[in-house]
């Protein structure tokens, strides 16, 4: 059973800078899309970033320009650099693996953003 473990979250003041890290616990074959998401309290999931397998990238308008999503396919890892960090960025962020036979989601990994 393929498990992503998530790793990188925690507390930061505004302006600051995390990286967040996704890796499967083995290699994932035929991937179509990998992803962040986050969830914040009283909020529905919503998408942070994607990229697919031939490199293209996706951002919520509320993160372009300050995240940047990144990934190893040959580890089956996806990255998640966060700079300019604000309060709003505040959420359990969860990574997810997608392939056209289904997807994998990480248990999620809290982002704290406080002055």
């Known amino acids: 059973q393929v498990q992503l473990v998530e790793s990188g979250g925690g507390l930061v003041q505004p302006g600051g800078s995390l990286r967040l890290s996704c890796a499967a616990s083995l290699r994932i074959f035929s991937i179509r899309i990998m992803g962040w998401y986050r969830q914040a309290p009283g909020k529905e999931r919503e998408l942070v970033a994607s990229?697919?397998?031939?490199?293209?990238?996706n951002y919520a308008e509320s993160v372009k320009g300050r995240f940047t999503i990144s990934r190893d396919s040959a580890k089956s890892t996806v990255y998640l650099q966060m700079n300019g960090l604000q309060p709003e960025d505040t959420a359990v962020y969860y990574c997810k693996i997608g392939r056209f036979s289904g997807d994998y989601w990480g248990q999620g990994t809290q982002v704290t953003v406080f002055s």
């Open positions: 990229i697919t397998n031939g490199g293209t990238t």
